[in-house]
């Protein structure tokens, strides 16, 4: 591996780390009654909201349709995610020390295969709550259903659902990334043939 | 319809121009135009100002607006409000309790924000009862009554509760004088057994309240005060009336002298006194009710109050004579000016601190009253303002050398300066003006915007409604030489004061719901699984949760006839703005009112057996209408056990 991929390598790890820091996804949900919003924010180990109050009180709206209780403790990826990544970023980092290439293809088809499994598992929870709704619910609308966008902005009912990634997110997003173009600059040197390799 | 309303409305237009026209001396058809987008706040934007204004026969204190005169809340404070169970509550009942017992009305007069440095601060709001002497504060991040204080040896307290420069104290002086203390005398003994009182009320940083000492003075009506400020910082000026000591037919036998007093008080003076143990120790029962930790008001009974004379505390106070039976008395924003509202006088006296303080060194003194040196007129006067309007009342300031009297009899305000002395605007009220505002107008530091003509009678101003008929603010732009008229609002009850603060100071500071982690009521109910309902003797005590859009418990058994029903209700909710209300019926008390995070009970006693329905009262979300339940009421020992139910 050339000296550069490794420090991109060690950077790209580093850079994961802010997922410990800023959350991973924010959704933000406005309606008239709420000018000033309510917000979800998906964080690596837990899930809050944006003001102290907004996941009691989207669990209070949400009963009205039938919805699920948020409960961040009984959401088991919020205890899988941050063993995840933390071993991912140690990976990373054992990557750029050795500048062994087997090790970089590996890191990043891990990171990759954990990273969409993520979003579908994002996906697949959030069109949960959004579908598997109480039948004895207050308030039911024929063919509605309540999954927020994994991005952009949808109308659900009075509300409008806006979502996108965090800092965090995004900063997966960079650190995948660029593990992705080191690897791919890195397989096409090795396969020019053995005296391109350093 | 549409072609109606516009004819309409070009009517109403035209007749507002003529009367402005007509009022205002050749205001330009159109200048109410610009009037109205002085004063016109879009939906959805903010005033500028908060306009606090005294209930007075309400009791209570109103918020408005400035400059749209739009009615923002009523915060109760000496009367019962049955609109959020003030003073029934078991919870808020302590807050009207006095010496003589539970009081359920009073007649609030001054608001009096808090300041530092002669500045208003925005931290609190005191007002005071007239009837059943009083004063209370109100928290500035609620608006929430947060404490009342009795004034003890004291009668008709409407010399309040103007603050000294720092909020060091607030006072409150009697404008009824009474024998004091107390005592069966004849009435027609007024002069030798009568008494007035002025009384210090210190205020803590965390705005507690307590008497540090009362200064007893001749039997006149001290009617109202303000402290000095800058240069004059230390002192407080109360006027009265009735020097003449009548107890009968005071509107004559009050009348007679040319000149009555005004009272000027070294309070410093009196702290040395105090200090030096010249006061006297009475036996004064007084109450004093405040909130405790667990947001429940609690009644103290305090016992004891210092009271100092004159004649043993020399240098404290001086009567500086003034024309005639005055009523406001005004410090300007440099501290050195003292206008007295003479209600009765043809000119408006205005003394000088400075020259009141040479006179009081060189003992220019014409007499003497209980102790009392009266200065000389003519040595303490800095100008008289002629033809100042009939019955000047009160005066406040705009910081750019003017001043602004009401003048009651002839319905006017005079705007003056304070260097000539002479009268150079004046507008009138509509009608018989009492007091006026300017935001800060009594401070170091007025906003010179708007005054604001508080008027007592409204007559032909509003659509009539009958007998009784609103009290009126009129807002007048004075941000011109000329004043200038541009909207008028009736009021809650009878503004016989008003304060102002810009909305910038308190805005951002308001609660917006009670954490339910610091909720230390000790009957509240957290968690739904906590409610329940628990027998004790004749008592029934139901601990309650409110939440969208359902009560735990909803169905309770077991209530007997002749039971005390206690429901302790607990607003689970941490949401702005969704308040929850409960009532059941026939309570012979007011529904509670709870905010997110609070405990409130209200105490059944069911009459009759039945099942009876509560609901909650405020419109709380889409499912408002089935917040409902249902309590089952058997005869009197009968063995239907309690019960509930819990989620």
């Given at each position: 591996?050339?000296?550069?991929?490794?420090?991109?390598?060690?950077?790209?790890?580093?850079?994961?780390?802010?997922?410990f820091?800023?959350?991973?996804?924010r959704?933000?949900l406005?309606?008239?009654?709420?000018?000033?919003?309510?917000?979800?924010?998906?964080?690596?180990?837990?899930?809050?909201?944006?003001?102290?109050h907004?996941?009691?009180n989207?669990?209070?709206?949400?009963?009205?349709?039938?919805?699920?209780?948020?409960?961040?403790?009984?959401?088991?990826?919020?205890?899988?995610?941050?063993?995840?990544?933390?071993?991912?970023?140690?990976?990373?980092?054992?990557?750029?020390?050795?500048?062994?290439?087997?090790?970089?293809y590996?890191?990043?088809?891990?990171?990759?295969?954990?990273?969409?499994?993520?979003?579908?598992?994002?996906?697949?929870?959030?069109?949960?709550?959004?579908?598997?709704?109480?039948?004895?619910?207050?308030?039911?609308?024929p063919?509605?259903?309540?999954?927020?966008?994994?991005?952009?902005?949808?109308?659900?009912?009075?509300?409008?659902?806006?979502?996108?990634?965090?800092?965090g997110?995004?900063?997966?997003?960079?650190?995948?990334?660029?593990?992705?173009?080191?690897?791919?600059?890195e397989?096409?040197?090795?396969?020019?043939?053995?005296?391109?390799?350093? | 319809?549409?072609?109606?309303?516009?004819?309409?409305?070009?009517?109403a237009?035209?007749?507002?121009?003529?009367?402005?026209?007509?009022?205002?001396?050749?205001?330009?058809?159109?200048?109410?135009?610009?009037?109205a987008?002085?004063?016109?706040?879009?939906p959805?934007?903010?005033?500028?100002?908060?306009?606090?204004?005294?209930?007075g026969?309400?009791?209570?204190?109103?918020?408005?607006?400035?400059?749209?005169?739009?009615?923002?809340?009523?915060?109760?404070?000496?009367?019962?409000?049955?609109?959020?169970?003030w003073?029934?509550?078991?919870?808020?009942?302590?807050?009207?309790?006095?010496?003589?017992?539970?009081?359920?009305?009073?007649?609030?007069?001054?608001?009096?924000?808090?300041?530092?440095?002669?500045?208003i601060?925005?931290?609190?709001l005191?007002?005071?009862?007239?009837?059943?002497?009083?004063?209370?504060?109100?928290?500035?991040?609620?608006?929430?009554t947060?404490?009342?204080?009795?004034i003890p040896n004291?009668?008709?307290?409407?010399?309040?509760?103007?603050?000294?420069?720092?909020?060091?104290?607030?006072?409150?002086?009697?404008?009824?004088?009474?024998p004091?203390?107390?005592?069966?005398?004849?009435?027609?003994?007024?002069k030798?057994?009568?008494?007035?009182?002025?009384s210090?009320?210190?205020?803590?940083?965390?705005?507690?309240?307590?008497i540090?000492?009362?200064?007893?003075?001749?039997?006149?009506?001290?009617?109202?005060?303000?402290?000095?400020?800058?240069?004059?910082?230390?002192?407080?000026?109360?006027?009265?009336?009735?020097?003449?000591?009548?107890?009968?037919?005071?509107?004559?036998?009050?009348?007679?002298?040319?000149?009555?007093?005004?009272?000027?008080?070294?309070?410093?003076?009196?702290e040395?006194?105090?200090?030096?143990g010249?006061?006297?120790?009475?036996?004064?029962?007084?109450?004093h009710?405040?909130?405790?930790?667990?947001?429940?008001?609690?009644?103290?009974?305090?016992?004891?109050?210092?009271?100092?004379?004159?004649?043993?505390?020399?240098?404290?106070?001086?009567?500086?004579?003034?024309p005639?039976?005055p009523?406001?008395?005004?410090?300007?924003?440099?501290?050195l000016?003292?206008?007295?509202?003479?209600?009765?006088?043809?000119?408006?006296?205005?003394?000088?601190?400075?020259?009141?303080?040479?006179?009081?060194?060189?003992?220019?003194?014409?007499?003497?009253?209980?102790?009392?040196?009266?200065?000389r007129?003519?040595s303490?006067?800095?100008?008289?303002?002629q033809?100042?309007?009939?019955?000047?009342?009160?005066?406040?300031?705009?910081?750019?050398?003017?001043?602004?009297?009401?003048?009651?009899?002839?319905?006017?305000?005079?705007?003056?300066?304070?260097?000539?002395?002479?009268?150079?605007?004046?507008?009138?009220?509509?009608?018989?003006?009492?007091?006026?505002?300017?935001?800060?107008?009594d401070?170091?530091?007025?906003?010179?915007?708007?005054?604001?003509?508080?008027?007592?009678?409204?007559?032909?101003?509003?659509?009539?409604?009958?007998?009784?008929?609103?009290?009126?603010?009129?807002?007048?732009?004075?941000?011109?030489?000329?004043?200038?008229l541009?909207?008028?609002?009736?009021?809650?009850?009878?503004?016989?004061?008003?304060?102002?603060?810009?909305?910038?100071?308190?805005?951002?500071?308001?609660?917006?719901?009670?954490?339910?982690?610091?909720?230390?009521h000790?009957?509240?109910?957290?968690?739904?699984?906590?409610?329940r309902?628990?027998?004790?003797g004749?008592?029934?005590?139901?601990?309650?949760?409110?939440?969208?859009?359902?009560?735990?418990?909803?169905?309770?058994?077991?209530?007997?006839?002749?039971?005390?029903?206690?429901?302790?209700?607990?607003?689970l909710?941490q949401?702005?703005?969704?308040p929850?209300?409960?009532?059941?019926?026939?309570?012979?008390?007011?529904?509670?009112l709870?905010?997110?995070?609070?405990t409130?009970?209200?105490?059944?006693v069911?009459?009759?057996?039945?099942?009876?329905?509560?609901?909650?009262?405020?419109?709380?979300?889409?499912?408002?209408?089935?917040?409902?339940?249902?309590?089952?009421?058997?005869p009197?020992g009968?063995?239907?056990?309690?019960?509930?139910?819990?989620?």
């Amino acid at each position: 591996m050339l000296r550069s991929s490794r420090v991109l390598i060690a950077t790209a790890s580093i850079l994961l780390g802010l997922v410990f820091v800023f959350p991973l996804w924010r959704i933000e949900l406005q309606a008239p009654q709420y000018p000033e919003g309510l917000g979800l924010l998906i964080k690596i180990s837990d899930i809050t909201g944006v003001k102290k109050h907004d996941l009691q009180n989207i669990n209070g709206l949400n009963h009205y349709i039938g919805m699920k209780s948020i409960e961040p403790d009984s959401i088991p990826e919020l205890k899988f995610m941050p063993v995840f990544v933390a071993v991912m970023i140690a990976a990373g980092l054992l990557v750029a020390a050795t500048g062994n290439r087997v090790l970089l293809y590996l890191w990043v088809g891990v990171f990759l295969i954990g990273s969409v499994a993520g979003l579908v598992d994002f996906w697949l929870w959030s069109y949960d709550y959004g579908h598997n709704l109480d039948p004895t619910a207050a308030i039911k609308v024929p063919g509605m259903t309540y999954q927020p966008p994994l991005i952009g902005s949808k109308q659900l009912l009075n509300f409008v659902a806006t979502s996108w990634p965090g800092l965090g997110g995004l900063a997966a997003m960079v650190s995948v990334g660029t593990g992705s173009v080191v690897a791919v600059r890195e397989w096409r040197r090795a396969r020019r043939g053995p005296e391109a390799t350093g | 319809m549409i072609r109606t309303t516009k004819f309409a409305m070009g009517l109403a237009a035209g007749v507002v121009t003529l009367l402005v026209a007509g009022c205002g001396g050749g205001t330009p058809i159109g200048g109410n135009g610009d009037a109205a987008s002085a004063v016109y706040v879009a939906p959805g934007d903010y005033d500028e100002f908060y306009f606090f204004t005294s209930g007075g026969f309400s009791g209570q204190l109103g918020v408005y607006g400035l400059p749209s005169g739009r009615l923002l809340k009523q915060v109760p404070i000496f009367s019962q409000w049955a609109e959020n169970g003030w003073g029934y509550t078991e919870e808020t009942k302590a807050m009207l309790e006095t010496s003589y017992g539970f009081v359920p009305w009073g007649d609030s007069h001054h608001p009096e924000l808090s300041q530092t440095d002669g500045v208003i601060d925005g931290r609190w709001l005191f007002i005071n009862e007239n009837n059943t002497p009083r004063i209370a504060r109100i928290d500035l991040t609620t608006f929430e009554t947060a404490e009342i204080i009795e004034i003890p040896n004291s009668a008709g307290n409407h010399a309040s509760p103007f603050v000294t420069q720092n909020t060091e104290y607030t006072v409150a002086a009697t404008r009824f004088s009474v024998p004091t203390p107390q005592a069966d005398v004849p009435i027609d003994s007024y002069k030798e057994n009568f008494s007035g009182m002025l009384s210090f009320v210190k205020v803590a940083d965390n705005g507690r309240m307590n008497i540090a000492f009362q200064i007893l003075v001749p039997g006149y009506n001290y009617d109202l005060s303000h402290s000095g400020k800058g240069p004059s910082h230390g002192w407080s000026f109360f006027t009265s009336y009735n020097s003449e000591q009548a107890n009968t037919l005071l509107e004559v036998n009050a009348s007679q002298n040319d000149k009555d007093y005004i009272a000027a008080v070294n309070w410093m003076r009196a702290e040395e006194c105090v200090a030096n143990g010249q006061g006297e120790r009475w036996a004064s029962n007084y109450v004093h009710n405040y909130f405790n930790d667990q947001h429940i008001a609690v009644s103290d009974m305090e016992n004891g109050t210092t009271v100092i004379t004159p004649a043993t505390c020399s240098d404290m106070v001086y009567y500086l004579p003034t024309p005639k039976s005055p009523h406001g008395v005004d410090v300007d924003p440099s501290g050195l000016l003292i206008a007295a509202g003479g209600k009765l006088a043809a000119v408006i006296p205005v003394h000088s601190f400075t020259k009141m303080i040479t006179a009081i060194e060189n003992e220019d003194f014409i007499g003497e009253v209980e102790g009392i040196p009266i200065l000389r007129y003519e040595s303490i006067i800095a100008g008289e303002v002629q033809n100042p309007g009939l019955g000047p009342l009160h005066t406040e300031f705009d910081g750019k050398g003017y001043a602004y009297t009401s003048a009651f009899i002839s319905s006017e305000i005079v705007k003056w300066s304070l260097e000539t002395f002479e009268v150079v605007d004046r507008i009138p009220a509509y009608y018989s003006i009492g007091h006026l505002s300017i935001p800060g107008g009594d401070t170091r530091e007025p906003w010179g915007k708007w005054v604001i003509a508080l008027n007592k009678v409204t007559k032909d101003r509003y659509l009539p409604t009958g007998p009784e008929l609103a009290h009126s603010a009129q807002l007048i732009d004075i941000s011109g030489d000329k004043m200038r008229l541009l909207l008028d609002f009736p009021t809650v009850g009878e503004p016989h004061y008003a304060q102002a603060l810009p909305a910038s100071l308190i805005k951002d500071k308001q609660v917006q719901i009670y954490p339910i982690e610091d909720n230390h009521h000790p009957r509240a109910t957290k968690r739904e699984a906590d409610a329940r309902v628990e027998r004790e003797g004749r008592n029934v005590r139901v601990y309650m949760t409110t939440i969208r859009t359902h009560f735990v418990p909803d169905n309770i058994e077991g209530i007997q006839v002749g039971d005390s029903v206690f429901f302790h209700v607990t607003n689970l909710e941490q949401d702005w703005d969704v308040p929850h209300g409960f009532a059941i019926t026939g309570a012979n008390t007011s529904e509670l009112l709870l905010m997110p995070g609070e405990t409130r009970t209200l105490v059944w006693v069911p009459k009759r057996i039945g099942v009876y329905p509560f609901y909650c009262t405020d419109f709380c979300s889409a499912l408002h209408q089935e917040m409902q339940g249902y309590a089952r009421v058997s005869p009197r020992g009968s063995s239907v056990p309690i019960s509930f139910n819990t989620p």
